[in-house]
């Protein structure tokens, strides 16, 4: 039994760290939860990506269980973006792909592990286990960022809007209302944008920042129905208007 590999260390906190299991097939999901909630593990469930995006939005989690071939969005693209927006948290892919080429994608696309159907629970509960102490350990996920009935998830590149509706954003994305959030109703100067973009402002084209912004609200009022505040201070910056 799993029991007679565990150390104290093994079981301390696990009951702090959400695991999140992605699966669409319920006969599995609920088996997967109930196999991980007897170890002594905190369980969210979810069948779809959509799902999942919305309880990130409030609730956290450290350690992401994915199915491959959900219907929508594949465990693949959740686990991309996943690693995008927080280098700590925990990736398991659990999938029946089982050839060579297909294991290498998983772990290139950012998972710790990648286990093939039918999935040992011992071996799955003993990585887990791993994982918690590394995720326990980590940095402490970010304050969401508010201004105006707008909330910026950094962390897991999430803008949730004054009228609910929520997008998902790329990094660079992410980065700029980040930066225009910490000042929201100031004018945040080009230079400190392109600081938070991780570039020299002298060397930046001030037209890819351009296109990034437009590109952005043009995609906001198109999913969402609602105006994103940003507004170009001309020879100064952008302000983000509460």
Same mark, same amino acid.
């Given at each position: 039994m799993l029991e007679a590999h565990r150390s104290s260390s093994d079981t301390a906190d696990d009951k702090t760290v959400t695991v999140a299991i992605v699966e669409d097939e319920p006969v599995l999901l609920s088996e997967l939860a109930f196999q991980l909630e007897r170890h002594g593990?905190?369980?969210?469930?979810?069948?779809?990506?959509?799902?999942?995006? *919305? +309880? @990130?939005?409030?609730?956290?989690?450290?350690?992401?269980?994915?199915?491959?071939?959900?219907?929508?969005?594949?465990?693949?693209?959740?686990? *991309? +973006? @996943?690693?995008?927006?927080?280098p700590h948290i925990g990736i398991v892919f659990t999938t029946a792909r089982s050839l060579r080429d297909e294991r290498l994608l998983g772990l290139e696309a950012g998972a710790d592990a990648y286990l093939v159907k039918p999935v040992d629970p011992d071996e799955l509960v003993l990585i887990l286990h791993r994982l918690a102490q590394r995720t326990v350990a980590a940095p402490a996920v970010s304050e969401p960022l508010l201004s105006g009935g707008w909330r910026l998830d950094s962390?897991?590149?999430?803008?949730?809007?004054?009228?609910?509706?929520?997008?998902?954003?790329?990094?660079?994305e992410v980065r700029i209302l980040r930066a225009l959030l910490r000042n929201a109703g100031r004018v945040c100067s080009y230079v400190a944008v392109a600081e938070a973009l991780g570039v020299i402002w002298e060397d930046y084209d001030k037209h890819r920042l351009e296109v990034i912004l437009s590109r952005l609200r043009a995609r906001v009022e198109r999913d969402t129905g609602d105006?994103?505040?940003?507004?170009?201070?001309?020879?100064?910056g952008y302000r983000f208007d509460t």
């Open positions: 593990f905190a369980v969210a469930t979810f069948q779809t990506a959509a799902e999942f995006y *919305r +309880h @990130l939005a409030v609730r956290p989690v450290r350690i992401a269980v994915l199915d491959i071939g959900l219907d929508g969005e594949d465990g693949l693209s959740i686990c *991309r +973006h @996943l690693r995008a927006h927080d962390d897991f590149g999430l803008l949730s809007t004054p009228n609910g509706h929520r997008l998902r954003l790329s990094f660079n105006r994103l505040p940003v507004v170009a201070v001309r020879g100064f």
